[in-house]
């Protein structure tokens, strides 16, 4: 079956460092991948997503690239700050027809220190 | 933009009670599911539904029911509550197609004792 992977952190940044959430993996169709963002005490929020090998999505600084060739969709930022501080999930959606079950990573802890 | 909203945000229960969660979208998805979320575990799909009166299991559906007479809602019924179903449970809805994201309500959090 589809599988995500990511590692649970928690990941620990001084504000402005750079930053890299590494997420592979395996799915039977072409699936969509996906990033959400959880802030403390809400729920999950979509950050950014590509549809198609080399897509690259972005939003709020945060840029990942669908790498069909390596199964992967790391998430990276520039310069991190204090607000970021949250928990980042992958996803990918099998669009293979029907109804496509969303399979998500376990989530990665990142901390923003001052 | 109200979105997906749940309630109650808060629940304390105890061993053996029964209650529901309740979850509504004004967006008109036709998709909606039901997550747990457990430390070191992730998100895990519960019951899933893909339009009013068709709903299927997900990956933990023990314990759990669901039903769906409108677009609109998607509750989630304990049927006899269990400490093991201590959690934080969120709704989520989208729309049909395998590129349209999930949005999510902001969770439940159940305590069983």
């Known amino acids: 079956g589809d599988s995500v992977t990511q590692m649970e952190g928690p990941v620990t940044l001084s504000e402005e460092a750079f930053l890299t959430i590494n997420c592979t993996y395996t799915?039977?169709?072409?699936?969509?991948l996906f990033w959400y963002v959880q802030y403390p005490g809400e729920g999950l929020q979509l950050l950014l997503k590509?549809?198609?090998?080399?897509d690259k999505g972005s939003n709020k600084g945060f840029e990942a690239t669908y790498r069909k060739e390596t199964t992967s969709f790391h998430l990276e930022k520039g310069s991190v700050q204090v607000s970021d501080s949250a928990v980042y999930f992958c996803?990918?959606?099998?669009?293979?027809?029907?109804?496509?079950?969303?399979?998500f990573g376990i989530g990665t802890k990142l901390q923003v220190i001052p | 933009n109200a979105g997906v909203t749940q309630t109650p945000k808060f629940q304390v229960l105890k061993t053996g009670q029964s209650m529901t969660l309740q979850c509504a979208q004004d967006?008109?998805?036709?998709?909606m599911s039901w997550y747990r979320q457990d430390p070191g575990m992730g998100l895990r799909l519960i019951h899933y539904?893909?339009?009013?009166?068709?709903?299927d299991q997900g990956e933990v559906p023990n314990g759990y029911n669901v039903s769906r007479s409108t677009t609109e809602d998607f509750p989630l019924r304990l049927l006899s509550a269990a400490p093991s179903q201590t959690s934080v449970y969120f709704c989520?809805?989208?729309?049909?197609?395998?590129?349209?994201?999930?949005?999510f309500g902001d969770g439940t959090r159940l305590s069983i004792l």
């Open positions: 996803a990918l959606s099998d669009g293979s027809g029907g109804y496509q079950k969303v399979t």
């Open positions: 967006m008109n998805h036709e998709y």
């Open positions: 590509a549809t198609k090998a080399d």
């Open positions: 539904s893909v339009g009013a009166g068709i709903t």
């Open positions: 989520a809805s989208r729309g049909t197609g395998g590129n349209q994201p999930q949005h």
């Open positions: 799915a039977t169709g072409y699936p969509s």
